[in-house]
């Protein structure tokens, strides 16, 4: 049982801790006056201000510095990726029941749409084999007209199944978009496949190159029509390769492009496996 003595002291110590929050004989909160916070706050009001304009500050005279059509810097990327569609890594169907491949043909037909005949008339015949260089003061630059005819049995026009129903697939390559990139030499697509017995391979255009014209690329905003020119390969499997996983490896070729980094795969070349069942 507490003491009576205890009790003056315990009520003491009560009435301390609630004036640290709150004293009523000196109106302090938190042991300060009102005048004392106002000036906290205001100093900080102040001092927060100071900062975010000095943030806005650097930002806008970064912003100075940068060009609506490029990036500043792009020395990290000097050779570009290679891509195909359909874009899967494995190719499996069964060339006998359509609704096995239905999804690859799709996809070729949907990705070629942008290359019809239609979309391309408002574009550019340029000179085959020459940069087309556009160093004028118009922002938006011209773009190379890219003829869907030109990959031939994989252009989809001639044969709508491009190929898949006879067991002989087209696949479509193109290079990723770098702007002001100009490869030297010729690049053209060479594609292999893993396997004892050659297969035979046919490449649309029959150059299997990507000209020289569809280069440099300017950006987005200033080149927003532009579309990679493309190479059809048309794996021409016989029966000996069906019910095989075949491995396929293309690489850009020919020019100074970089195709053998071990750090990045898909640089300058790709790889996937098709299996045709019949």
């Not at 898949?164 to 978009?177: F, I, Q």
Request: aromatic letters at 12%; one cysteine or more; glycine letters at 6%.
């Amino acid at each position: 049982m507490a003491s009576t003595e205890d009790k003056p002291a315990n009520k003491e110590n009560t009435s301390s801790w609630k004036d640290s929050i709150y004293n009523p004989r000196t109106g302090e909160v938190l042991g300060r006056t009102a005048s004392s916070w106002a000036l906290i706050l205001l100093f900080y009001l102040v001092f927060y201000c100071f900062l975010a304009g000095m943030f806005a500050l650097t930002m806008w005279v970064l912003l100075l510095t940068l060009d609506d059509d490029a990036p500043r810097y792009r020395d990290r990327i000097p050779s570009p990726g290679l891509v195909i569609r359909p874009n899967f890594p494995e190719i499996y169907y069964n060339k006998t029941d359509p609704r096995n491949y239905a999804d690859y043909i799709q996809k070729l037909e949907n990705f070629l749409q942008k290359y019809n005949e239609t979309q391309q008339q408002k574009n550019k015949n340029c000179l085959e084999g020459q940069h087309f260089m556009q160093e004028n003061d118009n922002k938006t630059k011209e773009v190379c007209r890219f003829r869907r005819d030109v990959l031939s049995l994989c252009s989809g026009l001639s044969d709508t199944n491009f190929g898949y129903s006879e067991g002989k697939p087209c696949v479509l390559l193109k290079m990723n978009r770098i702007i002001g990139l100009m490869p030297r030499g010729n690049p053209y697509i060479n594609c292999t496949i893993k396997r004892e017995i050659p297969v035979q391979i046919q490449y649309f255009p029959s150059e299997a190159n990507f000209d020289k014209m569809y280069f440099p690329y300017y950006g987005k905003k200033a080149h927003n029509d532009y579309l990679q020119p493309l190479v059809a390969v048309k794996l021409l499997l016989g029966k000996e390769d069906y019910n095989k996983e075949l491995p396929v490896e293309c690489r850009v070729e020919g020019s100074d492009l970089r195709n053998n980094d071990e750090r990045d795969k898909y640089l300058g070349r790709v790889t996937f496996r098709i299996k045709v069942v019949e």
